[in-house]
């Protein structure tokens, strides 16, 4: 009896099997969207083209401090204002990149810039960013950008440039975030960034090879998506000859900072 049963339930199975290359044939000759068998392919083609292009071309803007916040050192405190804005469509944006440090205790600018770049989407995580930086602080210069910003595998949010500047130097820079959710509104942040240089600049105290690493860490509480206070630490380190340009002027090459600021969109 069980024998005559597992033989029978064998026989449903493949024929069952035996009918799935059909299905999947009969669903390939079917459409997309059963819309199309009532209104037409030609009309209903017009129509997805047409929320395209008034959904996914849609010029928006975007404005984000993405840090404000005060770095509390042992032998000074630093300013820091790191921010973006853009206006565009999903395809192509103008991207606005500035970051400012302020040391109050001096009352100045210790560095100071602002990007200008043609950003548009090679796919749908990264885009390819290409335009104009002017540094005013610590010395006026003007730099050709190109590089790519994203999102990597596993939601790790990149920015990575390089930059030639009007007197032939090329230096770049790569930051990477990610954000881990301990609750719905408390966000822990993990940050990094990079910095590199293909010569010495010693008018900038600056060496060749890697130059600086940044590393930091964020805890903030979204009282509002758009409004996000926070506290963290941020470690600082210059290597090389870098480091030692810095240690000859008097400053020091690495660094630890207590960090309170704000978070804000729009």
């Known amino acids: 009896m069980k024998q005559a049963v597992t033989l029978r339930a064998l026989a449903l199975a493949?024929?069952?099997?035996?009918?799935?290359?059909?299905a999947l044939a009969e669903e390939d000759e079917k459409p997309w969207s059963m819309a199309d068998e009532v209104w037409g392919e030609?009309?209903?083609?017009?129509?997805?083209?047409?929320?395209?292009?008034?959904?996914?071309g849609t010029p928006t803007s975007y404005?984000?401090?993405?840090?404000?916040?005060?770095?509390?050192?042992?032998?000074?405190?630093?300013?820091?204002?790191?921010?973006n804005a853009w206006f565009g469509n999903d395809e192509n944006k103008l991207w606005l990149k500035t970051e400012l440090e302020y040391l109050p205790d001096e009352g100045e600018f210790e560095e100071a810039e602002v990007q200008a770049l043609w950003s548009h989407a090679i796919s749908?995580?990264?885009?390819?960013?290409?335009g104009l930086r002017q540094d005013f602080e610590p010395e006026g210069r003007t730099h050709l950008v190109a590089g790519f910003q994203g999102l990597a595998p596993y939601l790790f949010e990149t920015d990575t440039a390089?930059?030639?500047?009007?007197?032939?130097?090329?230096?770049a820079r790569a930051e990477v975030e990610y954000e881990l959710l301990l609750s719905q509104r408390?966000?822990?942040?993990?940050?990094?960034?990079?910095?590199?240089?293909?010569?010495?600049?010693?008018?900038?105290?600056?060496g060749s090879g890697v130059t600086s690493l940044d590393a930091g860490l964020r805890l903030r509480y979204e009282i509002k998506r758009e409004f996000a206070p926070y506290i963290?630490?941020?470690?600082?380190?210059?290597?090389?000859?870098?480091?030692?340009?810095?240690e000859a002027a008097g400053g020091a090459s690495e660094g630890t900072a207590?960090?309170?600021?704000?978070?804000a969109w729009y």
Not at 124 to 130: E, G, I, L, R, V
Not at 193 to 205: H, T, V, Y
């Open 14 to 22: 493949m024929g069952a099997l035996s009918l799935i290359p059909a």
């Open 63 to 83: 404005f984000q401090a993405e840090r404000f916040e005060l770095q509390a050192f042992d032998d000074e405190d630093v300013l820091l204002l790191d921010g």
């Open 232 to 246: 963290g630490v941020e470690w600082q380190k210059r290597f090389g000859d870098t480091a030692d340009y810095i």
């Open 258 to 263: 207590f960090v309170i600021g704000l978070r």
């Open 42 to 56: 030609a009309a209903m083609n017009a129509s997805r083209k047409a929320v395209v292009d008034n959904h996914g």
């Open 186 to 206: 408390l966000i822990l942040q993990p940050r990094a960034e990079l910095g590199f240089s293909a010569q010495d600049i010693p008018e900038l105290e600056t």
């Open 124 to 130: 749908p995580y990264f885009d390819f960013q290409a």
């Open 162 to 171: 390089a930059f030639l500047s009007d007197d032939g130097d090329l230096t």
